[in-house]
């Protein structure tokens, strides 16, 4: 959910037996993943990690250890920063896949945080119109994929845009009056440009709308009204913002069979505390009805999501930014990234002192 932060597979897909339904529910979780797009930030400023029992080792052993088989990195066009780029991800693809995970790469297709609030276009593409903008997504697309290709670091799958309620690249790209037409282009572009450069790797489309069956059906029917191909769903699911579980499972048992494709949560997360860690407030303060804000109930919280996600027939949960710990210096802000504080300090699995919390596990 990334900024809300302002305001605030086994590849890629369970394997239908024959003569089973594609919209038939999965029998377990294959997409164990986490998000570690901040992690080498920590890791360059010298952030240390332990497992459970207190033993420092590398954070994403750590979390193999606790079930993770999938990473995901989302990819900044030209942020101030320096990280979140082509060169950085293609750093961090290559310690992801020595650790034998599987890799899914995030397009935000900005030089910044993409999410439903905003969705601002690369300062590169600022001046482009809608015909140009395919080309832009198509090339850009390609390119970081068949790089990532070269080094022997294949994505298994990759998003086309990050929580695209309503659109992406704004103006150009937003959809208004449920006109999904310039939308549909650029999707059309990044998948594209994704099956060109290597036809297993697969399309996801990700928006935040598990709260409302009604929206998420109108953008999805939006899409595929236009001819758009993907090949998984994916859905944000914070408790604090998108309902239920219960409604979560009616949500994605009726995407699942709606559109004939798998689906994961793309992101989830829950406090460990109402603490901060640092001077920047943190954007989530409050917790969920039944769960506390303490490491039994962020493994509780994380625990229900999963459950509620298998059993509806979805195939992957992905937990946003478990490693990302309150270290000076790795703020939220690509543009100040030095200064800027953490929001996220009281959501991730490990503690300000970097040790894993012991409730949590990702389970098939």
Not at 324 to 338: K, L, R, T
Request: glycine share 8%.
């Amino acid at each position: 959910m990334k900024r809300i932060l302002v305001a605030l597979a086994l590849c890629a897909a369970a394997t239908v037996p024959v003569g089973q339904p594609a919209h038939a529910a999965a029998a377990s979780l294959s997409m164990l993943g986490a998000d570690v797009s901040s992690l080498q930030r920590a890791l360059d400023l010298g952030a240390k990690y332990y497992d459970a029992g207190g033993v420092q080792r590398d954070p994403l052993d750590i979390l193999k250890g606790v079930g993770v088989n999938y990473a995901r990195l989302r990819i900044w066009n030209n942020p101030i920063s320096g990280y979140n780029n082509k060169a950085k991800v293609l750093q961090q693809a290559r310690a992801v896949k020595a650790k034998g995970l599987k890799l899914m790469v995030d397009f935000h297709y900005s030089d910044t945080w993409a999410d439903p609030g905003k969705q601002y276009k690369p300062a590169a593409w600022a001046g482009h119109g809608i015909s140009q903008l395919q080309t832009d997504v198509y090339d850009y697309t390609y390119d970081v994929c068949t790089s990532l290709k070269a080094q022997g670091t294949v994505p298994d799958s990759v998003q086309i845009g990050n929580e695209i309620n309503t659109g992406m690249l704004w103006n150009d790209g937003r959809v208004t009056n449920n006109d999904f037409t310039n939308l549909s282009l650029l999707l059309k572009a990044g998948y594209n440009a994704t099956k060109a450069c290597n036809p297993g790797t697969q399309v996801i489309i990700h928006t935040a709308l598990a709260e409302s069956l009604s929206s998420a059906r109108r953008f999805y029917d939006g899409i595929r009204a236009k001819g758009v191909s993907w090949d998984i769903t994916a859905l944000s699911y914070y408790c604090m913002w998108h309902g239920t579980t219960s409604n979560l499972s009616t949500v994605i048992a009726d995407m699942r069979a709606r559109y004939g494709k798998d689906v994961v949560i793309a992101e989830t997360a829950y406090p460990f505390t109402a603490d901060n860690a640092d001077s920047t407030r943190n954007v989530v303060t409050s917790g969920c009805s039944g769960y506390r804000m303490t490491w039994q109930g962020q493994g509780a919280q994380f625990a229900a999501v999963q459950s509620t996600a298998r059993n509806a027939g979805a195939i992957g949960v992905f937990y946003w930014e478990p490693t990302w710990y309150a270290v000076p210096g790795n703020g939220w802000d690509p543009a100040n990234i030095a200064s800027s504080g953490n929001e996220w300090d009281n959501m991730a699995v490990f503690n300000w002192t970097g040790h894993i919390n012991p409730h949590v596990r990702w389970t098939p």
